[in-house]
Nanobody
Framework: QVQLVESGGGLVQAGGSLRLSCAAS????????MGWFRQAPGKEREFVAT????????YYQESVKGRFTISRDSAKNTINLQMNSLKPEDTAVYYC???????????????????WGQGTQVTVSS
């Protein structure tokens, strides 16, 4: 089992920045690629970003490329999502997730992720 707890959400004006963190506990953190997803009201959960087990490979949804940066700190068992130039359409509940360790390639599919945090709300005002 892996337990994931997100933090760092809040209310920000368009153009502002937020940094989300996700603390992991339980099984070996380095066994898992990690990802961020988000879900806006009335919409399906969508992929945002993923990072490999080593941290050497990242992949982003097209709409956040150049604005968001995913990173991981293995010493602290955390992953982070730095979000800059935020837009109202980024408003959503953001979830971190741990990918099934048998999935070797970066995955954008929520179904490939075994463990999920409770989510943190990000609201961007115009």
């Amino acid at each position: 089992q892996v337990q994931l707890v997100e933090s760092g959400g809040g209310l920000v004006q368009a153009g502002g920045s937020l940094r989300l963190s996700c603390a992991a506990s339980g099984r070996t953190f380095s066994d898992y690629a990690m990802g961020w997803f988000r879900q806006a009201p009335g919409k399906e959960r969508e992929f945002v970003a993923t990072i490999s087990r080593s941290g050497g490979s990242t992949y982003y949804q097209e709409s956040v490329k150049g604005r968001f940066t995913i990173s991981r700190d293995s010493a602290k068992n955390t992953i982070n999502l730095q979000m800059n130039s935020l837009k109202p359409e980024d408003t959503a509940v953001y979830y971190c997730a741990a990918c099934n360790p048998y999935i070797l390639s970066p995955s954008t599919h929520a179904g490939d992720y075994d463990y999920w945090g409770q989510g943190t709300q990000v609201t961007v005002s115009s």
